[in-house]
Nanobody
């Protein structure tokens, strides 16, 4: 089992920045590929970014490429998402997730999920 707890969400104006953190406990964090997803009101949850456990390799949704940066600190068992140039359409609950499988954008491949943190971007 891996327990995941997100933090760092909040209210920010368009053009601003936030850094989300995801603290992991339980099984060895460094063995898992990690991802960020988000769910806006009335919409399906969607992939945002993912990072491999070694390398690392990174993947981004087109909507956030060039604005968001995913990173991890295996010594601190923590995953990060730096979000810059935020837009109102980035408003969502952001979730971190852990996968025992290969690096992927597919939600179904992630085995463990956090409870989410709210990000609200005002115009």
């Amino acid at each position: 089992q891996v327990q995941l707890v997100e933090s760092g969400g909040g209210l920010v104006q368009a053009g601003g920045s936030l850094r989300l953190s995801c603290a992991a406990s339980g099984r060895t964090f460094s063995n898992y590929n990690m991802g960020w997803f988000r769910q806006a009101p009335g919409k399906e949850r969607e992939f945002v970014a993912a990072i491999s456990w070694i390398g690392p390799s990174k993947m981004y949704a087109d909507s956030v490429k060039g604005r968001y940066t995913i990173s991890r600190d295996n010594a601190k068992n923590t995953l990060y998402l730096q979000m810059n140039s935020l837009k109102p359409e980035d408003t969502a609950v952001y979730y971190c997730a852990a996968s025992r499988g290969p690096l992927t954008t597919r939600e179904a491949e992630y085995n463990y999920w956090g409870q989410g943190t709210q990000v609200t971007v005002s115009s």
